[in-house]
């Protein structure tokens, strides 16, 4: 099992470690790192600011907004940064939810799974650099079809460095899950629990088995964003964790279109999710995090002794996951890797 490092993306102001664990994760091995973005701080400028001081770890975003970009600027930051880190660099892309694509971006939601094949397919073009870019459908149309009339097919003035450049997919619902198998290169799971494992072992083979797919079982990455939290005290591990699923089953998404709760209501926590969500939008925020089961934390998490953790990580590593996307200090980070990595 690979160990990750989650920077994430930031609260109010940029982390004052991040750097610091960066370097650490990569002096004790970890195999990979990255950032994410909202409607904050964007990924690419941490990764390339923080990526700097690295000479071997991969740095991947997880996940880039794709409302926030268009697909040849996505393509072109993904080549810039390859060029940068030496071939290092991994683009996780993600939808994300209607509040915040249509709220913050400005852009059109329906039809995600549609707008993500199309966007992926233009990125590839771009990288390939085989012929100038065009595109015909109804998302992201090359050249505009208004305007002045005078746009012109391009290609990127740019070489890249690796023309196959992986792109991992940010899923959680079934079909979005097959789509990375069929299109990507690699997923990434925000809540991941080895109860579903079957569940998501299906969705998977479904993408797989469709025509054209790119990669197969053998050849598929799958890095999960998982908290870490080793402590003797299993409830005070589980309250490090309980206002961060509050937040995402309560407040990221509407009542009726939150893709974080329905991970959580399909392991049986329906109950506890819809006390959560009353909670958190009524603003009791607090109560909303008393709220959460630890069993909800232990489904998603590995908490607790090292022993306890030890004997619960056998599960995750029986699981279609072969990186565990972690988060902590530089002084955590060096515990976590000898609880979960040795």
């Known amino acids: 099992m690979r160990l990750g490092l989650h920077l994430g993306y930031w609260g109010a102001g940029p982390p004052r470690d991040a750097q610091e664990s960066l370097r650490r994760a990569e002096d004790l091995g970890f195999d990979s790192a990255w950032t994410a973005e909202t409607y904050g701080s964007d990924c690419l400028t941490p990764l390339a600011w923080w990526g700097a001081s690295t000479g071997r770890i991969t740095l991947g975003t997880n996940v880039l907004q794709m409302s926030a970009r268009t697909p040849t600027a996505t393509a072109m930051a993904a080549m810039t940064l390859d060029h940068l880190s030496g071939g290092r660099f991994v683009l996780g892309l993600g939808v994300s939810g209607p509040q915040v694509v249509e709220g913050w971006y400005g852009q059109p939601y329906p039809r995600p799974l549609a707008r993500t094949r199309e966007y992926v397919g233009i990125v590839r073009r771009v990288l390939a650099r085989e012929e100038r870019v065009t595109n015909h459908g109804e998302h992201y149309p090359l050249p505009h079809p208004g305007g002045t009339g005078l746009g012109t097919p391009l290609r990127s003035t740019v070489h890249p460095l690796r023309p196959d ?66 402590d003797d005290d299993v409830e005070r591990a589980a309250d490090r964790i309980r206002p961060m699923l509050a937040l995402y089953v309560g407040g990221m998404g509407a009542r009726d279109t939150n893709f974080h709760r329905d991970v959580f209501a399909r392991l049986g926590h329906e109950a506890a999710c819809e006390r959560i969500q009353d909670l958190f939008l009524q603003g009791r925020r607090e109560e909303a995090a008393a709220a959460v089961p630890t069993a909800m934390v232990e489904d998603t998490a590995l908490i607790g002794p090292p022993a306890k953790v030890r004997e619960e990580l056998c599960r995750w590593e029986e699981t279609v996951i072969d990186t565990l996307i972690v988060r902590a200090g530089p002084r955590g980070l060096a515990r976590i890797a000898e609880v979960v990595g040795g």
């Not at 299906?202 to 990455?221: H, I, K, V």
């Open 165 to 230: 450049l992986p792109i991992h997919l940010a899923a959680e619902g079934p079909r979005n899950v097959a789509l990375a198998a069929e299109i990507a290169d690699g997923w990434l799971p925000l809540f991941f629990s080895p109860r579903l494992d079957d569940f998501y072992r299906d969705a998977l083979a479904e993408g797989f088995a469709r025509p054209g797919a790119r990669r197969t079982p053998a050849d598929f990455r799958v890095a999960a964003t998982v908290p870490v939290v080793v």
